[in-house]
């Protein structure tokens, strides 16, 4: 029976994606942590669009123990942690191996340049932050737990820079060239000047550096993001809507970056707002567009124009709200909240009626 990853971890993505934040802002209080939220979206969320991205060459078998895995883990989330924070910590480790491991196997096998043996790396750094997340079920420091998950969201956002930009630079360079302009050749200084200063950022946060050293790594980032966006603008305007919303992705990333530095200036807004610019606008908007443009291309489909524009509209301004909410607190929560899911909804409903027409 032959069986197509993304047409089961897309729809299971875009499912947890709704329940992690639908749960966490509507349920009544106490009923979800912030750590399981966070927990949820990184590595139960992207996890699940790993998946359905990278097992290209899994069999039929394999896929459907990883989803079993990953549903069993993402269901034993909803339970209490007392009495069940120990069965919680082995699926989950359980689910996050699996993937992470067939994951890199299938990185590995398409890498044809030296220089890509670095993509499996952020899987491998996921796994490592998987298993120090559950350092609190077995009675350690919630804080460890945190900061594990921090980590592991530096390295998704690590990922889709490196990797994003890579898909970018190509496709807007060939954009370019037909419109009778010169090739855009790869940066790759550029790029490890962007993943160095990422680096040093989350290190930054995770040790309380000064604001600003914060400030200095952040911005180095922030500018080299900009410096390559600006490489790119001779490709954007023949780029389609979901280039486009990749390129926007990458300018969120390059915004929360600007945002996190400017601590050291005592901004009005908290620390979780330039965060959500990165996660949601950057992580939630590459995601979300990468699922349904993954699919249109595996499955030799029309780029569906309308779904890809409602989505990443819907996720920009939730993304945009979101870090917003210090100053509307009371309204930008669950306007957020509300655009995230319809975003996730849309992309759902089109890949299950998609599905259905074939």
Not at 63 to 91: H, K, N
Not at 118 to 145: D, H, K, N, Y
Request: net charge positive; aromatic share 8%.
């Amino acid at each position: 029976m032959a069986i197509a990853a993304h047409h089961l971890f897309f729809p299971a993505a875009m499912l947890q994606a709704v329940a992690a934040v639908g749960v966490w802002i509507f349920a009544p209080p106490g009923f979800a942590t912030p750590f399981w939220h966070a927990h949820e979206l990184v590595f139960g969320y992207t996890l699940a669009v790993a998946a359905g991205f990278l097992f290209t060459k899994a069999t039929a078998k394999t896929i459907l123990t990883a989803l079993a895995l990953w549903t069993a883990a993402r269901l034993a989330w909803f339970l209490p942690p007392d009495p069940f924070a120990l069965p919680q910590a082995v699926l989950t480790m359980a689910a996050t191996g699996t993937i992470a491991i067939i994951g890199a196997r299938g990185f590995l096998r398409g890498i044809k340049r030296g220089q890509n043996y670095v993509f499996p790396v952020p899987l491998a750094v996921l796994l490592l932050c998987e298993a120090t997340s559950q350092v609190p079920a077995v009675g350690g420091s919630p804080r460890i737990g945190a900061a594990a998950v921090m980590v592991a969201v530096f390295a998704v956002v690590g990922l889709i820079l490196a990797m994003g930009g890579r898909i970018l630079g190509a496709a807007l360079s060939g954009l370019a060239q037909r419109s009778g302009g010169e090739r855009l050749p790869p940066r790759p200084g550029l790029e490890l000047v962007i993943l160095a200063a990422l680096l040093a950022t989350a290190l930054s946060l995770l040790a309380g550096a000064p604001a600003a050293l914060l400030a200095c790594c952040a911005w180095i980032g922030c500018a080299a993001i900009l410096a390559r966006l600006a490489d790119w603008r001779a490709g954007l305007r023949l780029a389609s809507l979901d280039l486009l919303a990749l390129v926007l992705a990458q300018a969120f990333i390059a915004a929360g970056l600007a945002g996190l530095g400017a601590r050291v200036l005592d901004p009005p807004w908290p620390e979780s707002a330039p965060l959500h610019l990165i996660t949601i606008g950057g992580i939630g908007l590459t995601t979300v567009t990468m699922m349904v443009k993954t699919a249109v291309q595996r499955d030799r489909r029309p780029m569906p124009a309308g779904v890809i524009g409602s989505a990443a509209a819907l996720m920009s301004f939730a993304g945009l709200a979101r870090a917003g909410v210090f100053l509307f607190p009371g309204l930008a929560y669950p306007l957020a909240a509300l655009a995230w899911i319809g975003a996730m909804a849309i992309a759902f409903a089109w890949s299950v009626a998609a599905r259905g027409t074939r």
